[in-house]
């Protein structure tokens, strides 16, 4: 090969790499314009998001009819009549969605016989709610905050829900004790983010009551959680 033909050879090398090279240089000053301009944030959002895998705290559900019985006391029926069915129905949702060989009784007929039975239903045992619900499993949640008030600075307008959530076995009448237990709870905006001023408290009390469905659902069923903390389901 010339001397000629060698030059020749070098400048269209060149020439091939100088775009790649600029489209590097491009990205980078993107992300650090985007760093200057947003703080970390902006590398945040595109850094890829990691996961883990989180098994079931209960995962024996299988097949099993499961009936969703909301306890709640008098100042937070006051603030909201409905607040036992909305809870209810969230909790019913997350977890047909990701228990689908488990049956779940209908929150309408648990609503019937909460309001419209006659019966003292929160004097029976969690087997005479099965019995007369027709399920196997009682998941009793008791609805310890039910607000549209910051815990720490009470001016802030947030949703919170907190309650005592467990399980009873309600074919075995000889067993009182609960088959699992936990406490959850649910903030919107989440905990660390600013307070929402444009949307009213029944919105901010349906998003905290979705995520607090969400959350008792993932206790009986394997998920991915994100690392950075949010859920990949």
Known sequence: MTTTEIQEANRVSRGTRIPAMLRRLTFYSLLAVLQFSFG????????????????????????????????????TLDVDPKARRRVCDAVIYEMKRNLPDAKFVPAKKIADFQENSGLDWQGMS????????????????????YTTRAADTRELRKGRVHGSVSLYDGSDAARPDSLYTTD??????PSGEASITDMDEYDLLRAAIEQFGQAVAKKFY????????RDAR
Do not use: M
């Open 222 to 229: 394997d998920h991915k959680e994100s690392l950075r903390g």
């Open 184 to 189: 959850i709870s649910a903030t919107f905006p």
């Open 40 to 75: 970390c944030q902006a590398l945040y959002f595109l850094t890829p998001d990691e996961t883990k895998d989180v098994k079931a705290e209960y995962g024996k559900i299988g097949k099993a009819t499961v009936a969703v019985v909301v306890w709640a006391d008098h100042p």
């Open 126 to 145: 969690h087997h005479d709610v099965a019995r007369e619900l027709n399920s196997d499993l009682v998941l009793r949640i008791d609805l310890l905050e």
